[in-house]
């Protein structure tokens, strides 16, 4: 069964501070997707990152950038010099082969303060 | 290119009434996926449809059912309404090709609430 899991419910941090927001998964599929997504608070999720399982490069972007560890099956993620427009809820996916759908974790609440 | 629109956007409903909501994808992508969103249970999966075929469902009661159309439009259709289906239902779409396991995309959701 697959399964994701985002230990922190809730991380609050003032503006400029780095943050890095784990995701610990689950899978017995040696071939695998991973994915974050944002929902501000209009709803919308919001697609940031998508990461197969043979490709365990870290990725950066902006003042986005994924750490993704098959050793440890984690793909974290961290926001450098946060902004209040980082505040959102983020969510990790993962969805692996055969017919298995999309799976989240809970989800993790940034708030960043001004 | 357009994103996912659903409509409507807010719906209010009463126990035992049935709804329907809608979905339209991304242009060109053939695979829709609804979610059901609530703060106690997450986002949970309904079901997947794919060229009009039902691929996946989730561990959902039968009153939850979807279609999807030629033009790869769908709707989700909830039956006699409990209380606790109020939720913040979210379609999203891909492209849909099984082997590459594309991103999907999110529409902004209706947000059902059953009195």
């Known amino acids: 069964a697959q399964k994701v899991t985002q230990a922190q419910t809730e991380i609050s941090v003032v503006e400029k501070e780095d943050v890095t927001l784990d995701c610990v998964y689950e899978?017995?599929?040696?071939?695998?997707?991973l994915f974050w997504y944002k929902q501000p608070p209009s709803g919308e999720l919001v697609f940031l990152i998508r990461?197969?399982?043979?490709?365990?490069q870290n990725e950066i972007s902006g003042r986005y950038s994924w750490n993704f560890q098959k050793s440890t099956s984690s793909f974290n993620f961290t926001i450098t010099a946060s902004q209040v427009v980082d505040s959102a809820v983020y969510f990790c996916a993962l969805i692996s082969s055969g017919n298995t759908p999309l799976v989240f974790g809970k989800g993790t609440r940034l708030s960043v303060i001004a | 290119k357009a994103g996912v629109t659903q409509t409507p956007r807010y719906l209010i409903k009463t126990r035992g009434q049935q709804v329907t909501l809608s979905c339209s994808p991304i242009s060109g992508h053939r695979s829709v996926s609804w979610y059901q969103q609530t703060p106690g249970q997450g986002l949970q999966f309904l079901f997947e449809y794919f060229s009009e075929t039902q691929r996946n469902k989730g561990n959902f009661p039968g009153r939850f059912s979807g279609r999807q159309f030629s033009n790869s439009r769908s709707e989700m259709n909830v039956s006699t309404l409990e209380l606790g289906d109020s939720a913040l239902y979210l379609c999203?779409?891909?492209?849909?090709?099984?082997?590459?396991?594309?991103?999907?995309?999110f529409g902004p959701g209706t947000r059902l609430t059953v009195l």
């Open positions: 899978t017995r599929d040696t071939t695998y997707y």
């Open positions: 990461r197969n399982s043979f490709d365990e």
């Open positions: 999203a779409s891909s492209l849909g090709q099984r082997h590459t396991y594309n991103e999907q995309f």
